[in-house]
Nanobody
Framework: VQLVESGGGLVQAGGSLRLSCAAS????????MFWFRQAPGKERDFVAS????????YYADSVKGRFTISRDNAKNTMYLQMNNLKPEDTAVYSC??????????????????WGQGTQVTVSS
């Protein structure tokens, strides 16, 4: 299985970006999907997660109300719409998947697959 993130880039504070995480190699419709981010010199942090059918989502407090996670199982792809970006959102954003697909809390199991990440830089 390969996860490939895209959509990162440089944006001014207050701007928006939409990240994608496209999977290949197998269908991931039974998996929960997650976004994480890692800023330079910091640990990787959970950002958002979504259940196998998109019916449940969960967000870190730092992004709640600004970011929206979604998925399209027909396209085997997950998205992260990021609005009102702040300089502190600057990081490498990575996606991950985990089975079973109903469990979306970030600290409750091992992740099955990870992507390589996409850089998001927010200038002030």
């Amino acid at each position: 299985v390969q996860l490939v993130e895209s959509g990162g880039g440089l944006v001014q504070a207050g701007g928006s970006l939409r990240l994608s995480c496209a999977a290949s190699g197998r269908t991931l419709s039974a998996y929960a999907m997650f976004w994480f981010r890692q800023a330079p010199g910091k640990e990787r942090d959970f950002v958002a997660s979504i259940s196998w059918n998109g019916g449940n989502t969960y967000y870190a407090d730092s992004v709640k109300g600004r970011f929206t996670i979604s998925r399209d199982n027909a396209k085997n792809t997950m998205y992260l719409q990021m609005n009102n970006l702040k300089p502190e959102d600057t990081a490498v954003y990575s996606c991950a998947v985990r089975f079973p697909g109903h469990e979306i809390l970030p600290d409750t199991g091992q992740y099955n697959y990870w992507g390589q990440g996409t850089q998001v830089t927010v200038s002030s």
